[in-house]
């Protein structure tokens, strides 16, 4: 029977039952968790108590973070010399530490970056010149397309029915771009970012809409300081209040021609690859929340008597805290599965990127659920950062399209796949 006390306990890091990082991987993996720790947790539950009015004011802690975060000098071509594999692995090494720092100033670094990763595979320096410093976002959606921007495929729509042509449109004439319209009021950074990567319907001469009633789309950089650009107010919202969101207006903004990155032809593989990169992330993101939340459980279990002793030494807690630490493990597996895929394939799909993006938000709700459960009466309170976690996780369930939207597209790939490529049939 004492044999079993000579087993050493197994090599843990800082992410968990981790084991062959490389040494670069090692150190990424520290500096970024400093920073997430130093920088990242305290700005970011600052701004979680100001009201949204005044919490990305010049100055604020919001504008702290960015400059910090420039310092650091992470730019996408830190990763342009990597194979796919290593891209994909460093992404989800430094990513899980951001989030696991504050998930909503993840989220504002990661959609910031999105024109300047369109222009920079564009190729086209004066897009690269354009984005170069500047505060970006991803203007998607709209007050009345919300899902329906994510359908890729025309029998996902109810029979008989167009396209969603949505508020926000861009007429192609000459060498001109007009647009006009508004986004959703949930476009990340919109409050605040200083160029956008537009994702929406466009006309081309002929039309919204292709015989099949597809719309047409387009992607293009526009800078946010142009004439007809206006903002609604940042947004009052319950979680990931770090993340300032709001509509952005355009009444007949102009850009060159040239500023495009995706037109007709070549439309819908950039936004399914612009989507794809999104869901990888955010499926990083659940991995660095959902240990935040399980590492506040695990350290306030083992302060909290009741029953005569510590929580943690109850069987009942070490059977819910196994059961934390192996969903934490899942996210992880799964973020990183989806990331190689989506990174490593010839082929890859936004539909099975979402599918990880869905797994591991849900799996993230019901460990953010527990931990907060293991504080008993406790975490509701400000006393304690779990409650803040459980509101950013919320969030979590809609941002980057809602799950159970998501699981229908990835049924739907599965049934395409099994009709057209005879996949399943043994
Ligand atoms: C934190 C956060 C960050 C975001 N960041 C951005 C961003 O940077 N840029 C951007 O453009 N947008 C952004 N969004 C918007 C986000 O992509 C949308 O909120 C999301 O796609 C859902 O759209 P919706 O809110 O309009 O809900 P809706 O589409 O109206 O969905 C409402 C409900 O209806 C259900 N539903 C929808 N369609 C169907 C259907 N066909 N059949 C059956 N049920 C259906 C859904 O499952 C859901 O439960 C963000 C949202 C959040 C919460």
Same mark, same amino acid.
């Given at each position: 029977?004492?044999?079993?006390?000579?087993?050493?306990?197994?090599?843990?890091?800082?992410?968990?039952?981790?084991?062959?990082?490389?040494?670069?991987?090692?150190?990424?993996?520290?500096?970024?968790?400093?920073?997430?720790?130093?920088?990242?947790?305290?700005?970011?539950?600052?701004?979680?108590?100001?009201?949204?009015?005044?919490?990305?004011?010049?100055?604020?802690?919001?504008?702290?973070?960015?400059?910090?975060? $420039?310092?650091?000098?992470?730019?996408? /071509?830190?990763?342009?010399?990597?194979?796919?594999?290593?891209?994909?692995?460093?992404? #989800?090494?430094?990513?899980?530490?951001?989030?696991?720092?504050?998930?909503?100033?993840?989220?504002?670094?990661? %959609?910031?970056?999105?024109?300047?990763?369109?222009?920079?595979?564009?190729?086209?320096?004066?897009?690269?010149?354009?984005?170069?410093?500047?505060?970006?976002?991803?203007?998607?959606?709209?007050?009345?397309?919300? @899902?329906?921007?994510?359908?890729?495929?025309?029998?996902?729509?109810?029979?008989?029915?167009? #396209?969603?042509?949505? &508020?926000? $449109?861009?007429?192609?004439?000459?060498?001109?771009?007009?647009? &006009? +319209? $508004?986004?959703?009021?949930?476009?990340?950074?919109?409050? *605040?970012?200083? *160029?956008?990567?537009?994702?929406?319907?466009?006309?081309?001469?002929?039309?919204?809409?292709? /015989?099949?009633?597809?719309?047409?789309?387009? &992607?293009?950089?526009?800078?946010?300081?142009?004439?007809?650009? @206006?903002?609604?107010?940042?947004?009052?919202?319950?979680?990931?209040?770090?993340?300032?969101?709001?509509?952005?207006?355009?009444?007949?903004? =102009? *850009?060159? =021609?040239?500023?495009?990155?995706?037109?007709?032809?070549?439309? /819908?593989?950039?936004?399914?690859?612009?989507? !794809?990169?999104?869901?990888?992330?955010?499926?990083?993101?659940?991995?660095?929340? %959902? =240990?935040?939340?399980?590492?506040?459980?695990?350290?306030?279990?083992?302060?909290?008597?009741?029953?005569?002793?510590?929580?943690?030494?109850?069987?009942?807690?070490?059977?819910?805290?196994?059961?934390?630490?192996?969903?934490?493990?899942?996210?992880?597996?799964?973020?990183?599965?989806?990331?190689?895929?989506?990174?490593? @394939?010839?082929?890859?799909?936004?539909?099975?990127?979402?599918?990880?993006?869905?797994?591991?938000?849900?799996?993230?709700?019901?460990? *953010?659920?527990?931990?907060? $459960?293991?504080? #008993?009466? !406790?975490?509701?309170?400000?006393?304690?950062?779990?409650?803040?976690?459980?509101?950013?996780?919320? !969030?979590?369930?809609? /941002?980057? +399209?809602? &799950?159970?939207?998501?699981?229908?597209?990835? #049924?739907?790939?599965?049934?395409?796949?099994?009709?057209?490529?005879?996949?399943?049939?043994?």
């Amino acid at each position: 029977m004492n044999s079993c006390h000579s087993v050493p306990l197994p090599e843990v890091g800082l992410s968990g039952f981790d084991t062959g990082l490389s040494e670069e991987e090692q150190s990424v993996q520290d500096a970024m968790h400093r920073f997430a720790r130093d920088v990242m947790r305290p700005l970011g539950r600052e701004i979680d108590r100001l009201p949204a009015e005044q919490a990305y004011q010049p100055g604020s802690p919001f504008w702290q973070y960015h400059a910090e975060f $420039q310092k650091l000098g992470f730019s996408p /071509e830190a990763m342009s010399g990597l194979e796919p594999s290593q891209a994909a692995r460093l992404e #989800g090494i430094v990513v899980e530490e951001m989030a696991w720092g504050d998930a909503g100033l993840t989220v504002s670094s990661g %959609a910031g970056a999105m024109p300047m990763t369109m222009a920079r595979a564009s190729g086209q320096q004066e897009l690269i010149d354009l984005c170069e410093g500047k505060l970006g976002c991803w203007c998607a959606t709209q007050p009345d397309r919300g @899902s329906d921007g994510l359908i890729l495929y025309p029998e996902e729509r109810h029979p008989g029915s167009r #396209g969603n042509k949505g &508020n926000l $449109q861009a007429v192609f004439k000459g060498d001109e771009i007009i647009f &006009n +319209g $508004q986004t959703s009021a949930w476009v990340s950074n919109g409050a *605040v970012a200083e *160029v956008a990567l537009m994702d929406i319907v466009a006309d081309y001469g002929d039309g919204f809409f292709d /015989e099949q009633g597809n719309t047409f789309g387009c &992607n293009v950089i526009v800078p946010l300081d142009l004439k007809g650009v @206006s903002r609604g107010k940042p947004l009052e919202k319950l979680g990931k209040r770090s993340l300032p969101q709001g509509e952005i207006y355009f009444d007949n903004v =102009r *850009v060159p =021609r040239r500023f495009a990155v995706a037109t007709r032809d070549d439309y /819908e593989l950039k936004h399914a690859y612009a989507w !794809a990169q999104a869901g990888t992330a955010m499926s990083h993101i659940a991995a660095g929340l %959902a =240990r935040a939340a399980f590492e506040l459980a695990l350290v306030y279990v083992h302060e909290r008597k009741q029953g005569g002793a510590l929580l943690a030494t109850h069987q009942l807690t070490q059977y819910r805290l196994g059961g934390l630490g192996m969903k934490v493990e899942a996210i992880r597996a799964m973020a990183r599965h989806v990331a190689h895929y989506t990174k490593c @394939s010839p082929r890859p799909h936004p539909y099975f990127t979402a599918s990880g993006k869905a797994f591991c938000c849900n799996e993230l709700m019901d460990v *953010v659920n527990e931990s907060l $459960q293991l504080f #008993g009466g !406790a975490g509701l309170t400000h006393e304690f950062p779990i409650e803040k976690l459980m509101r950013d996780a919320r !969030a979590m369930q809609i /941002e980057d +399209g809602e &799950n159970n939207i998501l699981q229908m597209h990835y #049924g739907h790939l599965l049934s395409r796949l099994h009709l057209q490529e005879g996949w399943g049939r043994g």
